[in-house]
């Protein structure tokens, strides 16, 4: 059975540093790139970076750019997000999700939103202090 598990998520203050991961399990067709989202309470749930399974290409939302890093280690069909120098408005749950490669191309913008994938794992909060 396909999954996505999330981890790595908790309460830090501001200025520190998480690191959460997503490993994937049980898919019989490839991926064509992995997201993470975040929503937190009363929001939308919002994209926050995105890598291309092929050829590794990354682009972030404009909230986290310099400060969050995704990477990817195909070998261990796991994801991560490297979040750095965290804000209290950085909390929120956060959740990754896997765009099949049969669904085709889409844009760096496209990815950024929840519609351009078909499947999401449970999230993983963070919540950070002032």
């Known amino acids: 059975q396909a999954a996505l598990v999330a981890s790595g998520g908790g309460s830090v203050q501001a200025g520190g540093s998480l690191r959460l991961s997503c490993r994937a399990s049980?898919?019989?067709?490839?991926?064509?790139?992995m997201g993470w989202f975040r929503q937190a309470p009363g929001t939308e749930r919002e994209g926050v970076a995105v890598?291309?399974?092929?050829?590794?290409?990354?682009y972030y939302a404009d909230a986290v750019k310099g400060r969050f890093t995704i990477t990817q280690d195909n070998a261990k069909n796991t994801v991560y997000l490297q979040m750095n120098i965290l804000k209290p408005e950085d909390t929120a749950m956060y959740y990754c999700?896997?765009?099949?490669?049969?669904?085709?191309?889409?844009?760096?913008?496209?990815?950024?939103?929840?519609?351009?994938?078909?499947?999401w794992g449970q999230g993983t909060q963070v919540t950070v202090s002032s």
């Open positions: 890598i291309y399974t092929e050829p590794g290409s990354t």
């Open positions: 049980g898919f019989t067709y490839g991926s064509y790139s």
């Open positions: 999700a896997r765009r099949a490669a049969h669904m085709g191309w889409a844009s760096p913008n496209a990815l950024l939103r929840s519609a351009a994938y078909n499947f």
